[in-house]
């Protein structure tokens, strides 16, 4: 699953240990050398798909990371590109990458944008959000974006049940939630926290209209249901 550039077993232990901040802060040096980044097929087809409704203004990557979103960003936007997220750790390899976006540190529930971005994207984020918290990132995203503006994000569907695609962040997400209540402090990361259903309706809540659309590259299910969907979120 690592490259030899990637973290070692001692390292991902040590992350786990920490708070969210100070465990991506640890990983950040190694981050792009691990599973977790957001493969370059995602971000490509997300790009694609969002083709037809460009070009946009100014960009918006929340939650970015070490700025893997500017590669959906760059080619869509004719503006500001920029990234928000609090670990400062994973900004400062963002700014080492890509040295001529912006890359701001707030904490993306509480972000001091007002309509400033015509575009924003998240990729690979969510899971670090409890549900109880997601309301709050809607509407800070909401209120980021200028009227017209467009939040879109890739969702894939559950896998079967009898898959090891279910069994394994199944596992890991008990394995957190115990971890969590034995532990402090906390490190929020769950994989099978975001049903489709319930972030439709509190986007809708927070103030857009809510659509999606089939990513292709991913294929479909055996009952013909997509892989795959964006949804696209529309500020009125």
């Known amino acids: 699953m690592f490259s030899p550039e990637g973290p070692s077993l001692r390292e991902l232990a040590v992350q786990a240990l920490s708070s969210v901040e100070h465990g991506y802060d640890l990983l950040a040096p190694r981050f792009d050398h691990t599973p977790f980044r957001t493969p370059d097929r995602i971000l490509d087809a997300t790009a694609k798909a969002l083709r037809p409704y460009g070009p946009f203004g100014d960009g918006l990557d929340v939650c970015c990371g070490t700025g893997a979103g500017l590669r959906v960003l760059r080619p869509l936007c004719r503006g500001r590109v920029a990234g928000v997220d609090f670990s400062a750790g994973m900004l400062a390899e963002a700014r080492r990458a890509h040295p001529d976006a912006e890359w701001?540190?707030?904490?993306?529930?509480?972000?001091?944008?007002?309509?400033?971005?015509?575009?924003?994207?998240?990729?690979?984020?969510?899971?670090?959000?409890?549900?109880?918290?997601?309301?709050?990132?809607?509407?800070?995203?909401?209120?980021?974006?200028?009227?017209?503006?467009?939040?879109?994000?890739?969702?894939?569907?559950?896998?079967?049940?009898?898959?090891?695609?279910?069994?394994?962040?199944?596992?890991?997400?008990?394995?957190?939630?115990?971890?969590?209540?034995?532990?402090?402090?906390?490190?929020?990361?769950?994989?099978?926290?975001?049903?489709?259903?319930?972030?439709?309706?509190?986007?809708?809540?927070?103030?857009?209209?809510v659509r999606t659309a089939v990513l292709p590259d991913f294929g479909r299910r055996p009952d013909g249901a997509p892989n795959s969907r964006l949804v696209m979120a529309r500020k009125p």
């Open 104 to 209: 701001i540190r707030a904490d993306a529930r509480r972000p001091h944008f007002a309509a400033e971005f015509d575009l924003a994207v998240s990729f690979g984020a969510f899971g670090h959000f409890l549900a109880k918290e997601r309301p709050r990132l809607f509407a800070g995203v909401h209120r980021a974006l200028r009227p017209g503006g467009l939040f879109a994000f890739p969702v894939f569907a559950p896998p079967r049940i009898a898959s090891r695609g279910y069994w394994v962040p199944a596992g890991f997400d008990a394995a957190m939630r115990i971890r969590n209540a034995i532990w402090r402090p906390p490190f929020v990361m769950y994989y099978r926290t975001f049903p489709l259903r319930a972030v439709r309706a509190e986007l809708t809540a927070a103030g857009f209209t």
